[in-house]
């Protein structure tokens, strides 16, 4: 069956970094873009950065641009996000998304913490 498994979070300094993983299996994750979203109780989930299935393009949210890198690797079907510069308004739930056509599917998310 369908699985994305991330890992890599956990609680971290203001500018310090942390680099997300989210494993994929069950389907086939070279022809899927991949996104990480991330989402705060209470609020909207947020698209954080997105990646083509080939990798040549990339797409971020004005608020992380400059701070967060996606890419993955097609031959150990993961994504990834490196996170630097962190900021206590970048602490949430961070999520991973594979979309293709119709098809969308979603990790359980893992959870990242800035604070002093």
């Known amino acids: 069956q369908v699985q994305l498994v991330e890992s890599g979070g956990g609680l971290v300094q203001p500018g310090g970094s942390l680099r997300l993983s989210c494993a994929a299996s069950?389907?086939?994750?070279?022809?899927?873009?991949m996104s990480w979203y991330r989402q705060v109780q209470g609020k909207v989930r947020e698209l954080v950065a997105r990646?083509?299935?080939?990798?040549?393009?990339?797409n971020y949210a004005d608020s992380v641009k400059g701070r967060f890198t996606i890419s993955r690797d097609n031959a150990k079907n993961t994504v990834y996000l490196q996170m630097n510069s962190l900021q206590p308004e970048d602490t949430a739930v961070y999520l991973c998304?594979?979309?293709?056509?119709?098809?969308?599917?979603w990790g359980q998310g893992t959870q990242v913490t800035v604070s002093s």
């Open positions: 990646i083509t299935s080939t990798g040549r393009s990339t």
């Open positions: 069950g389907f086939t994750f070279s022809s899927y873009g």
């Open positions: 998304n594979a979309d293709r056509q119709s098809m969308n599917y």
